[in-house]
């Protein structure tokens, strides 16, 4: 489960809650705190905005070496 971060609908702030399942991913318009609940086994990577040209380039070279 993750929880934020805050945003003002109206006159009130509101922290999104969103259920993420295996493999999931969520990207966030705008920064902020944000609090995640994990149950047993669960594992969170935090990748920041510049880092996914070097991920795309990585995933593309370790394709590439399967046969």
């Given amino acids: 489960m993750v ?5 003002w609908l109206a006159d009130t702030m509101l922290a999104p809650e969103q259920r993420l399942g295996p493999e999931q991913r969520l990207e966030f318009a705008s920064g902020g705190w944000v609090d995640l ?3 047993n086994g669960a594992q969170v ?11 795309r380039r990585v995933a593309r070279y370790l394709h590439n070496l399967l046969p």
């Fill in 3 to 7: 929880r934020g971060p805050l945003d």
């Fill in 37 to 39: 609940q994990a149950g």
């Fill in 45 to 55: 990577v935090l990748l920041p905005r510049e880092s996914q040209q070097l991920v």
